[in-house]
């Protein structure tokens, strides 16, 4: 009888996996849907919809509605709550910004179900809160540094474009969710390796572009562009340059390019660049998130994250172009221009945010800038013509040793690995003439690794005798999260908002009502975008919560945001 009964539920555990793996509720009516197109990328700031990561080409996650505003905001409510029915609990982290495009809502859940891990994009019909479609896509070999992540898709003509944690890269209908074509990422990515696809692609210049995770791991970062109707490789720019494109040796930098001193031993470096000539090959350098993109330079702009561990630490040379913001020709792929703002990044400071486009006031001119929010806790604010710094703001978390050297007793440093900005998204609002930005002060204990070092000379005695260290996190150390106004015009902090998690995900949401939305472990915020005060709070029941948008649907403002209970929706009571 025992037997009969496991048979049964494991046959009908088969037939629930088969058909979660692409289901559509019967009888689900299909929304009719326009082809986005690059005009309609390109005037993403003048329509209801939210079609791309950022919400515009230039990430600034800014919408110009003002239903929801300082007066009415009180009334914001959950109006339904979409989940991503996992059979099991799965332990990802929800990061996905939603996208919307003609009554349609699309979000993307890297869960699990029956313990098989992999990629979920789902459907939502906005007038009724019902599943339209939903895929699923079970992973095959993967080495991942960070859990279940993915950030959102992209929408082109009548496709969603997704990647995914094996490194495929997949166009599914949008109509549907049938897979229209699916493309293993070619020639370096190998999956087991540690290449994998963790941001939402970006749909510009007639082109899919993707960039690959993994720098944890032996890979030669990339970011590639594809034929959005075939799944063709159009280029590929590498974020290492081999010796044959300059090399990734640099200028043996002792200090950042604001001039802050770096711990460093560039003669040791020097002694072992025969030694680890070929470090390049896997040196990291991995696309954490999506890239902004300026059509009329014809450029997109991105972030490089750090280089890998060689032999347990970093190889000699300033690592070219890990830890830098690069500029590359859409058209092409080549490289315009590289702002490299850790060199030789032993302390994980790597850009993890994404860059936001802007335009700021410099020696009585408007320029066109770009800023980028990073793990040191500093805003960058480049010429995107040119890469050329224009200024760096003060920081928005504190800063203790920052490029320190390990210790035998250990150094306290901050922010942290995982302190700063990390990956949740910036806003800008042109209204205010700030950036808002999520930040976390965590601190770490840098201290050299007696045992580790003994080990890595015991298997390699005839290498030289470095020196391998740990970065740990303090228990009970004062760590906290902050939400804060940078003025890009300055440099200066106008206000800043005490967040209740140190650990900060999310992304912020700026609007013409005067409101700035955040999301943080356990809350969705609202803070008026001029003064900080907080004006509403919702608890969310599952945590984790990923960055907010907000959109219109049927003449009337709405905002969501995703988390490990799916998505919601709020809107406001008694409209």
Same mark, same amino acid.
């Given at each position: 009888m025992r037997k009969t009964l496991l048979g049964t539920i494991a &046959?009908?555990?088969? =037939?629930?996996? %088969?058909?979660? &793996?692409?289901?559509?509720?019967?009888? @689900?009516?299909?929304?009719?849907?326009?082809?986005?197109?690059?005009?309609?990328?390109?005037a993403a700031g003048a329509g209801g919809d939210w079609l791309t990561y950022g919400r515009d080409f230039g990430n600034q996650r800014f919408a110009p509605f003002t239903q929801i505003n300082r007066e009415t905001?009180?009334? &914001?409510?959950?109006?339904? @709550?979409?989940? #991503?029915?996992?059979?099991?609990?799965?332990?990802?982290?929800?990061?996905?910004?939603?996208?919307? #495009?003609? !009554?349609?809502?699309?979000?993307?859940?890297? !869960?699990?179900?029956? %313990?098989?891990?992999g990629n979920h994009v789902i459907a939502i019909d906005l007038h009724t809160g019902r599943t339209i479609?939903?895929?699923?896509?079970?992973? !095959?070999?993967?080495?991942?540094?960070?859990?279940? *992540?993915? +950030?959102? *898709?992209a929408l082109y003509g009548d496709k969603v474009y997704v990647g995914t944690l094996d490194?495929?890269?997949?166009?599914?209908?949008?109509r549907t969710g049938e897979v229209v074509w699916d493309q293993q990422v070619p020639d370096a990515a190998d999956p087991a390796g540690g290449y994998s696809f963790t941001m939402a692609p970006l749909a510009a210049g007639g082109k899919i572009l993707v960039g690959t995770s993994g720098g944890e791991f032996s890979i030669r970062g990339f970011i590639d562009a594809y034929d959005p109707e075939t799944g063709r490789r159009l280029w590929r720019f590498y974020t290492i340059p081999s010796p044959e494109e300059g090399g990734w040796w640099g200028r043996l930098s002792l200090t950042t390019p604001e001039g802050d001193r770096l711990s460093r031993d560039t003669a040791e470096e020097r002694r072992d660049s025969a030694a680890y000539a070929d470090a390049w090959k896997h040196g990291g350098g991995p696309v954490w998130t999506t890239p902004a993109y300026d059509p009329e330079l014809g450029l997109i702009i991105f972030g490089i994250g750090n280089p890998a561990p060689v032999d347990g630490r970093i190889a000699p040379g300033d690592n070219l172009y890990t830890t830098s913001l690069a500029a590359?020709? =859409? #058209?092409?792929?080549?490289? +315009?221009?590289?702002?490299?703002? /850790?060199?030789?990044?032993?302390?994980?400071?790597?850009p993890a945010s994404p860059p936001v486009l802007l335009d700021v006031p410099q020696d009585g001119?408007? =320029?066109? %800038?770009?800023?980028?929010?990073?793990?040191?806790?500093?805003?960058?604010?480049?010429?995107?013509?040119?890469?050329? &710094?224009?200024?760096r703001s003060e920081p928005f978390v504190p800063q203790e040793n920052l490029f320190?050297?390990?210790?035998?007793?250990?150094k306290r440093i901050a922010p942290g690995t995982r302190g700063g900005s990390n990956w949740p998204s910036a806003a800008f609002s042109p209204k205010t003439g700030a950036m808002y930005v999520l930040g976390s002060h965590i601190p770490m204990l840098l201290k050299i690794d007696s045992a580790a070092t003994a080990r890595a000379r015991e298997r390699r005695p005839s290498a030289p005798p470095h020196v391998l260290a740990t970065l740990k996190e303090f228990e009970n150390d004062g760590r906290f999260g902050t939400f804060t106004a940078v003025d890009v015009a300055t440099g200066k902090i106008r206000w800043q908002h005490m967040a209740t998690g140190p650990l900060m995900t999310g992304g912020a949401l700026a609007t013409a009502g005067g409101l700035v939305f955040f999301s943080e472990p #356990?809350?969705?915020?609202?803070?008026?975008?001029?003064?900080?005060?907080?004006?509403?709070?919702?608890?969310?029941?599952?945590?984790?919560?990923?960055?907010?948008?907000?959109?219109?649907?049927?003449?009337?403002?709405? /905002? %969501?945001?995703?988390?490990?209970?799916?998505?919601?929706?709020?809107?406001?009571?008694?409209e």
């Amino acid at each position: 009888m025992r037997k009969t009964l496991l048979g049964t539920i494991a &046959l009908l555990a088969l =037939v629930v996996a %088969a058909f979660a &793996l692409h289901s559509r509720p019967r009888n @689900q009516r299909l929304l009719p849907i326009r082809l986005v197109t690059d005009a309609m990328l390109l005037a993403a700031g003048a329509g209801g919809d939210w079609l791309t990561y950022g919400r515009d080409f230039g990430n600034q996650r800014f919408a110009p509605f003002t239903q929801i505003n300082r007066e009415t905001v009180h009334r &914001l409510a959950p109006l339904w @709550q979409q989940g #991503a029915r996992r059979l099991i609990k799965s332990y990802m982290r929800t990061e996905s910004t939603p996208v919307v #495009a003609d !009554g349609m809502l699309i979000y993307t859940d890297p !869960g699990m179900r029956l %313990a098989q891990p992999g990629n979920h994009v789902i459907a939502i019909d906005l007038h009724t809160g019902r599943t339209i479609w939903s895929w699923y896509h079970r992973l !095959g070999s993967t080495a991942l540094c960070c859990g279940l *992540v993915n +950030r959102g *898709v992209a929408l082109y003509g009548d496709k969603v474009y997704v990647g995914t944690l094996d490194a495929h890269l997949v166009a599914l209908d949008r109509r549907t969710g049938e897979v229209v074509w699916d493309q293993q990422v070619p020639d370096a990515a190998d999956p087991a390796g540690g290449y994998s696809f963790t941001m939402a692609p970006l749909a510009a210049g007639g082109k899919i572009l993707v960039g690959t995770s993994g720098g944890e791991f032996s890979i030669r970062g990339f970011i590639d562009a594809y034929d959005p109707e075939t799944g063709r490789r159009l280029w590929r720019f590498y974020t290492i340059p081999s010796p044959e494109e300059g090399g990734w040796w640099g200028r043996l930098s002792l200090t950042t390019p604001e001039g802050d001193r770096l711990s460093r031993d560039t003669a040791e470096e020097r002694r072992d660049s025969a030694a680890y000539a070929d470090a390049w090959k896997h040196g990291g350098g991995p696309v954490w998130t999506t890239p902004a993109y300026d059509p009329e330079l014809g450029l997109i702009i991105f972030g490089i994250g750090n280089p890998a561990p060689v032999d347990g630490r970093i190889a000699p040379g300033d690592n070219l172009y890990t830890t830098s913001l690069a500029a590359v020709e =859409v #058209a092409t792929g080549k490289l +315009r221009w590289y702002y490299q703002m /850790v060199p030789h990044n032993t302390w994980d400071y790597d850009p993890a945010s994404p860059p936001v486009l802007l335009d700021v006031p410099q020696d009585g001119a408007t =320029v066109p %800038a770009v800023a980028q929010a990073g793990k040191t806790g500093w805003v960058h604010i480049l010429d995107r013509r040119s890469g050329k &710094l224009l200024r760096r703001s003060e920081p928005f978390v504190p800063q203790e040793n920052l490029f320190a050297a390990p210790t035998a007793e250990g150094k306290r440093i901050a922010p942290g690995t995982r302190g700063g900005s990390n990956w949740p998204s910036a806003a800008f609002s042109p209204k205010t003439g700030a950036m808002y930005v999520l930040g976390s002060h965590i601190p770490m204990l840098l201290k050299i690794d007696s045992a580790a070092t003994a080990r890595a000379r015991e298997r390699r005695p005839s290498a030289p005798p470095h020196v391998l260290a740990t970065l740990k996190e303090f228990e009970n150390d004062g760590r906290f999260g902050t939400f804060t106004a940078v003025d890009v015009a300055t440099g200066k902090i106008r206000w800043q908002h005490m967040a209740t998690g140190p650990l900060m995900t999310g992304g912020a949401l700026a609007t013409a009502g005067g409101l700035v939305f955040f999301s943080e472990p #356990a809350y969705l915020n609202a803070l008026d975008a001029e003064t900080g005060k907080s004006v509403w709070r919702y608890e969310m029941d599952k945590g984790a919560v990923g960055p907010p948008i907000t959109f219109m649907v049927d003449g009337k403002q709405r /905002v %969501a945001v995703t988390s490990t209970a799916g998505v919601t929706v709020f809107g406001l009571r008694g409209e």
